[in-house]
């Protein structure tokens, strides 16, 4: 299982994010070998926030070998054309490195803004996805197709993607691991392969202190995704690293090929303690 940094988008303090911290999460990433750097995509958001796609883009030339990817960006939102063409930018910068994750997205702010109804944010992203696919699909540029796991969106992901994006935080391995199965028999079903499939959105904070790990899931996280700590405290990474390697290892037997890490904060102390201390204990025989 491959592993990814997500980009520090939102400003963790002050008024406005620290394009620093990008820059140093992707030198981070890149040096640690991690195989790819990501970022999510909002039109609002409730804190300061930094546009994924273009981050992506401003960081290209420093990305090294690493992969780009949106995980996810919102063609029903921004306009299938629009998002096509960034995309494709995108892709000239960074030949053969760029995955296009793309999503309906689940805020009802980012819709407001864009004129498009909440209610109808699936129709509209099915026809924005088809669109999307005919502009830039078929080629080097794969598109996944984000899902919670839902048969509805696992019958999406099957007809038009090129892999499955689920979310950490709202899915758990097994889950995960049963969306596979029946995504596998849709894929049959359609006369097709099986296809990848990977986990966005992994929040992640690598502490000894079990104390510490209650705050940031508790003050840190909880209020940056509006959910209850008691949802989020078994299928995210944060805890200490047998917590973080149990939950990652879970994912790994369950078929997920690459999870894409959100470091809650100290993100190149947090990457070095991931791959360090973390990813080794993946590779342990049990009891080892």
Partial sequence: MEVAAHLPQDATSGDRPDVGRVRDVVDAARDLGMAAVCANDHLTFHRPWLDGPTLLAAVADRAGGMDLATTVAL????????????LATLASLAPGRVVAGVG????????????????ERWPRFEESLQVLRGLV?????????????SAAGLRRVARWGDGWL???YNTTPEAFADGRRRLARERERLGGSDLPAAVAT???WVTDE???AERVLVDVLAPLVRRDPAELRDRVCVGDED????????????????VHVWPLGDEVAQLERL?????????????G
Avoid at 104 to 119: I, L, N
Avoid at 137 to 149: D, E, H, K, M
């Fill in 275 to 287: 791959v360090h201390d973390v990813l080794p204990r993946l590779a342990r025989p049990s009891g």
């Fill in 210 to 212: 079990p104390a510490e």
């Fill in 166 to 168: 689920a979310s950490a």
């Fill in 243 to 258: 917590h973080c390697a149990d939950l990652l290892g879970r994912y790994a037997a369950a078929g997920c090929t690459r």
């Fill in 202 to 204: 992994m929040w992640t």
């Fill in 75 to 86: 063609p029903s939102l921004r306009g299938p054309a629009q998002l096509a063409a960034a």
């Fill in 104 to 119: 309906a997205g689940s805020s009802a702010a980012d819709h407001a803004v864009a004129g498009v109804p909440f209610d």
């Fill in 137 to 149: 699909g078929g080629g080097p540029l794969p598109v996944w197709v984000a899902s919670w796991g």
